[in-house]
Nanobody, 123 residues
Framework: QVQLVASGGGSVQAGGSLRLSCVVS???????????MAWFRQTSGKEREEVAT??????TTYADSVKGRFTISRYNANTVDLQMNSLKPEDTAVYYC???????????????WGQGTQVTVSS
C-alpha cells in the first residue's frame, strides 16, 4: 500500500513563505524506477491546477502563475518539497501531491494522491 502525506500548509500574509512536504510511505524508487511527482492545487468551484512537477531525472516544470516563486525539490528518498515564496492571495487553495510513473507530459494522470493541505494567503 502506497500512501502520500502532504503537510506544511497554513495561513500567511501576502509576501510570506511556506514549505510543503509530501512524504511517501516507501522509497519512491521502490515504487517506480522512473517516476514523476507533482503538486496540484484546487479552490472551490475551480478546476484542479498542476503547480509543479519533478521527475526522477531531475527535470522540473512549473505553472506560469508560480514560476520564479515556487521551487519543487526532492528532499530525500521518499520526500518531495514545494518551497513557496512571495505568496499571493490567489495562491490560496488546497494543495495536493501526486505520484506516477515517468515521464511528465501535459494532462497526464497520476496513480497515487495525498490528502491535501490548506494554504491560505491573506492580503
Amino acid at each position: 500500500q502506497v500512501q502520500l502525506v502532504a503537510s506544511g500548509g497554513g495561513s500567511v500574509q501576502a509576501g510570506g513563505s511556506l514549505r510543503l512536504s509530501c512524504v511517501v510511505s516507501r522509497n519512491i524508487v521502490s515504487i517506480y524506477n522512473r517516476w514523476c511527482m507533482a503538486w496540484f492545487r484546487q479552490t472551490s468551484g475551480k478546476e484542479r491546477e498542476e503547480v509543479a512537477t519533478i521527475g526522477s531525472d531531475g527535470r522540473t516544470t512549473y505553472a506560469d502563475s508560480v514560476k520564479g516563486r515556487f521551487t519543487i525539490s526532492r528532499y530525500n528518498a521518499n520526500t518531495v518539497d514545494l518551497q513557496m515564496n512571495s505568496l499571493k492571495p490567489e495562491d490560496t487553495a488546497v494543495y495536493y501531491c501526486a505520484l506516477g510513473y515517468a515521464p511528465w507530459y501535459s494532462g497526464r494522470t497520476y496513480d497515487y494522491w495525498g490528502q491535501g493541505t490548506q494554504v491560505t494567503v491573506s492580503s
